[in-house]
């Protein structure tokens, strides 16, 4: 039974244009979100969060918006660069009692230059 | 400041050993969680230590078991090792609770053969 799940193995976008990475999830007690970016022989590197009290959240190129009544997130990367080219992961913690991560299965990223 | 170290880098193994992976945390986190990623998966959480003792265990079984060490740095040890177990193992070091986030290291890709 997967509680996050991102329906989108992979994408391919043009340089400049804008990336939108998707996750579902269906844990009412998820109340953290996170993404997080992995590149091959590399550990996930932190991207950015959202609480469950706010639908919006803005770091750089890089935001996070969030439909609780959806249970839906998403990851916009404006504009994408060829250096964004990863494999992005959603996450969202508060489903247990260590606040331990529930991942996705990841989206393949591919910036075309 | 240090980040999370992990050892060995890569390990292959025969069906029925033990494995033993190590973890040291990044400096001033005193929690560590461990997660195992299979190929075209995200990671699915082990188990997490904080102040010696395990805080937190996800779904599985008992022959994953694990210690942390008063410097805060961890093992996992994996019994009976069986071909599903070939994996990335990834270790994650935090505050309490994930609190400030959670920094990754690069993982210890096992193979059993």
């Known amino acids: 039974d997967q509680q996050v799940k991102q329906n989108s193995p992979s994408l391919s976008v043009q340089e400049g244009r804008i990336s939108i990475l998707n996750c579902d999830y269906t844990n009412s007690m998820f109340d953290y979100f996170l993404w997080y970016k992995k590149y091959p022989a590399e550990g996930p590197t932190f991207l950015i969060s959202?609480?469950?009290?706010?639908d919006k959240n803005e770091d750089g190129r890089f935001t996070v918006f969030l439909n609780k009544s959806a249970k839906h997130l998403s990851l916009h990367i404006v504009p994408s660069q060829p250096g964004d080219s990863a494999v992005y992961f959603c996450a969202a913690s508060g489903g247990g009692s260590a606040r331990q991560l529930t991942f996705g299965s990841g989206t393949q990223l591919t910036v075309l230059p | 400041e240090t980040g999370v170290t992990q050892s060995p880098t890569h390990l292959i193994k025969t069906r029925g050993q033990q494995v033993t992976l190590r973890c040291s945390s990044q400096s001033g986190h005193n929690t560590v969680s461990w997660y195992q990623q299979a190929l075209g998966q995200g990671p699915q959480f082990i188990f997490q230590y904080y102040r010696e003792e395990e805080n937190g265990r996800g779904n599985f079984p008992p022959r994953f078991s694990g210690l942390q060490f008063p410097n805060y740095s961890s093992e996992l040890n994996v019994n009976a090792l069986e071909l599903d177990d070939s994996a990335l193992y990834l270790c994650?070091?935090?505050?309490?609770?994930?609190?400030?986030?959670?920094?990754f290291g690069s993982g210890t890709r096992l193979t059993v053969v």
């Open positions: 959202i609480s469950s009290i706010k």
């Open positions: 994650a070091s935090s505050q309490r609770q994930g609190e400030g986030g959670y920094t």
